[in-house]
């Protein structure tokens, strides 16, 4: 465990919240790209520009931003007097963040496919993929603001 001043600890967990924020677009705006990608023929102009804003929005805004929630997020845990790991919300937290990592490293690959001209889902696929990232942006909000357990 770390020691940190309140004051260092608020900095700490405003750049976790902005960083969850960034990370967060990026989830909720790939897999729309997605769905626009698969009604474009592939070689097209709007193909290949697609795959340009796909590539951009992973590599410069969700990789790094999902690597410092990560890591601010990590300081706050190892704080004293932040979370308390005996509390439930803090495990239940972490199972729903692991359930973005997934959508995350998920959504790498579909863009890869989709850069090789490979992506044989539907577009109804990455409409429902697109609401998986909500749902659990709406969990770990209830859990670390409300603290229901
Ligand atoms: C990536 C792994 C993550 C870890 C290890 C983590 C850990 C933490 C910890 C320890 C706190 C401080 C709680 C306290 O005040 O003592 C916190 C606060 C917060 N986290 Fe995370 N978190 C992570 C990801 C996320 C994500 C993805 C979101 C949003 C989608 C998020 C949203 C928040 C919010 C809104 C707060 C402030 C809560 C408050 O002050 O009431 N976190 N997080």
Redesign the pocket.
Known sequence: MMELSATA?LWV?AL??I???A??AGLLYLPRLFVYHTEAKPGSELSETLKVMERRLLKFIMNPA?AS??L??????M?Y???DWQDGW?HA??V??AG??AAHMAMGRWRLEFAEDRNARSQTFYRIANEVPTL??IG??IL??V?PF
Do not use: P
Request: zero cysteines; a positive charge.
């Open positions: 600890f967990k976790h919240i960083s969850a924020i990370w967060m999902m929630s990560f601010f997020g990590g300081l706050l845990l704080t007097g932040g979370s803090v937290k972490l729903l963040v973005l990592l659990l942006m770990i909000v670390v603001v603290r």
